[in-house]
């Protein structure tokens, strides 16, 4: 028994905003997924990069709000005749996790254990990534996508979520910083970030998830049938899946191409999506989502479809 | 049954005390109003040039770790909660996120956790929520919530931009610095621990209070609907603290202090007498942001701290703190100190 994955969907192609992005990925997720609305208890928003660099509130009350999730207690049986009936006012609680490329992992561990103590009943997780102006910028590494997860807990017992694992680079500062640095942009501060990334990221993060894979498959021994993973750069999936001690059946779910680029947080959503829309997620089938990411940090979640 | 509870608590705050007549001082155009008299708050502290959102939270760290008798290598988990995420002056870091160079400078396993968390004054309560659910269900062991809130700079830029008598930017006014870390591990201890934690966000008001960087100058800058939370707080939190107080069989009277978050006296006591129709009153409200102003994310902690190197809060007490920031987001918690807590020496803040 354990966390499953009940719905996913994907945003591309709509601008360049990433509350909006990561809301119609939310919206088009619950639409699509049989869930009532009302059963969702939580929202976790997993995006890096935030429109207009706002610090306050989080980003999941904002894309809450939009999905008229949770909008009110119901104050009085007047107020709640005259509310919108798609809204629902069972209670969410909303919040960010933000860890570069990771967060969406970090995310999936935190529901599972929401999910687990009953604590909620569904968890919505929502990632997007766009340049702090909503604007195209070429000096933006990442692609505008947005993405939404609807997870449940399912009491099958060889179903769900059943290892995951996470470490850290000690030996090397981080590949990539990005800050906005508010000196420097003046009253350009909403629209301005800057993104380093080391001349060697690329190598620096396939090691480290290379590094990590490893351990985490040698202690779990199951033959996986599919790698999932985000891809810093084309072929990034490949290389790992065949450089790495995956069995020879492990397929690689490559996403960079079909995006364009880096789609970051939305990485591993787009990954399952691909492979649900194949129509090849039949039940018993062993999934590893791996990310890796600033920190740098890797992180590892072994899937039972 | 399991739950967890705090095993040691580390708050951090800069030497520097500015008054809120400095404050007004600085100002081109003199408020209508009493600042210090509306708010209540007297003096807060302030961040020296070299200090950042990293280094409170590492002086927090410093002090928690000093009182754990954890070491860094047993802690499971950090989580960073700091909403304005300031490094080397005004740099505001969305990569690598705060936690990941908190937990390298700890010395933490590399198979520790760690990630941040956004979600504005409620961030480091946001952060116990999830470290409380994983402890209860086995993924964790322990892990520390830290924060380290560098928010004076919103102060620095209402200072300058305030120029009308209910200007968005006056409650950046009520701001100041610290650092806070609380150590969690689990318990099945009746006379310890944190015996309930409730958060909701009502997402309507989501839009009521915004942090963000200024249009008008280098720097970051925080717009408040003050009277508009005001309202909408003291219409549901009544409400929402009567279903608690059903759902826990809980009133008052079950507890020895109230901290809540620490916003201006006269929102706190309004907010409190109205609670007492639902609720029932509560012999003791723990306020210090007379001293210390509001410390955002910290705030709870600053206070328990305070109020236990004034043995106001001694081991064994219950305490309830109320949650409430933009979002919005309001919640309580029940936690009980445990004597570990109280036979430590508690340094004046």
Request: aromatic residues 8%; negative net charge.
């Amino acid at each position: 028994m354990g966390t499953v994955i009940k719905n996913t969907a994907i945003v591309s192609d709509n601008g360049f905003s990433s509350l909006e992005n990561s809301t119609l990925a939310g919206k088009r997720c619950i639409e699509t997924s049989g869930v009532c609305p009302s059963e969702i208890g939580a929202l976790i928003y997993t995006g890096v990069y935030r429109d207009d660099n706002v610090m306050e509130p989080s980003i999941a009350c904002l894309i809450q709000k939009q999905l008229a999730l949770g909008l009110d207690v119901e104050l009085s049986h007047q107020a709640s005749q005259k509310s919108d009936k798609s809204a629902s006012h069972a209670p969410v609680f909303s919040f960010d996790i933000v860890n570069g490329a990771c967060g969406l992992l970090n995310a999936f561990k935190v529901a599972d254990a929401l999910l687990k103590n009953g604590t909620a009943r569904t968890v919505l997780i929502v990632s997007g990534d766009c340049h702090p102006s909503k604007r195209e910028r070429v000096d933006f590494p990442f692609v505008a996508t947005g993405g939404a997860v609807l997870l449940q807990w399912d009491n099958h017992p060889d179903r769900g979520f059943v290892a995951n694992s996470y470490i850290t680079d000690p030996n090397n500062e981080s590949s990539i910083n990005a800050f906005g640095d508010l000196s420097e942009f003046g009253e350009n501060g909403r629209e301005n970030a800057t993104v380093l990334m080391d001349q060697d990221y690329q190598e620096h993060f396939f090691e480290l998830a290379l590094t990590h894979i490893n351990q985490f498959t040698g202690l779990n021994r199951i033959s996986m049938d599919y790698l999932l993973t985000n891809e810093v750069v084309e072929g990034f999936a490949s290389q790992l899946c065949y450089a790495s001690d995956l069995c020879a059946d492990c397929k690689p779910v490559a996403i960079f191409s079909e995006f364009g680029g880096d789609i970051h947080t939305s990485s591993l959503i787009a990954a399952y999506e691909s492979l649900q829309k194949r129509g090849i997620l039949e039940p018993g089938k062993q999934l590893l989502f791996s990310a890796v990411g600033s920190g740098n940090a890797a992180a590892c979640a072994h899937y039972v479809v | 049954m399991l739950k967890s509870r705090i095993e040691s608590l580390g708050v951090y705050l800069p030497e520097r005390t500015v008054t809120t007549q400095e404050l007004v001082n600085q100002m081109p155009t003199t408020p209508m109003f009493d600042l210090e008299q509306l708010t209540g708050i007297s003096s807060r502290r302030w961040r020296a040039e070299h200090e950042d959102c990293h280094s409170l939270a590492l002086d927090a760290i410093e002090k928690c770790m000093a009182q754990s008798k954890y070491g860094a290598t047993d802690l499971d988990v950090i989580i960073c909660t700091s909403i304005t995420r300031f490094r080397d002056g005004l740099k505001y870091y969305v990569e690598p996120c705060l936690s990941s160079d908190l937990k390298k400078a700890l010395g933490m396993r590399a198979d520790a956790l760690n990630f941040d968390i956004t979600n504005a004054c409620a961030g480091m309560f946001s952060g116990i929520y999830l470290l409380n659910e994983m402890i209860k269900s086995g993924a964790v062991k322990t892990g520390m919530v830290v924060s380290g809130e560098c928010i004076t700079p919103i102060a620095e830029t209402a200072i300058k931009e305030i120029n009308n008598p209910i200007d968005h930017q006056f409650a950046s006014l009520t701001v100041g610095d610290s650092g806070a870390a609380v150590i969690l591990d689990g318990t099945e201890s009746t006379q310890e621990g944190i015996e309930l934690l409730e958060m909701v966000t009502l997402s309507e008001f989501s839009d009521f209070c915004f942090g963000m960087p200024s249009k008008k100058n280098s720097g970051v800058a925080m717009y408040t609907k003050a009277m508009e939370i005001h309202s909408t707080v003291i219409q549901r939190l009544p409400k929402i603290l009567g279903e608690y107080a059903e759902r826990y069989n809980l009133s008052g009277a079950d507890f020895d202090h109230v901290i809540p978050h620490q916003t201006s006296e006269r929102a706190i006591r309004t907010a409190l007498d109205l609670c007492a129709q639902t609720f029932g009153e509560i012999p003791n409200i723990c306020v210090s942001l007379d001293k210390f102003g509001n410390t955002s994310s910290t705030s709870h902690f600053v206070v328990l701290a305070d109020q236990l190197a004034q043995g106001t809060i001694t081991a064994g007490q219950r305490i309830l703190m109320l949650i409430m920031a933009s979002g919005i987001v309001l919640g309580m918690a029940s936690v009980t100190l445990g004597e570990h807590l109280g036979a430590q020496a508690w340094e004046p803040l």
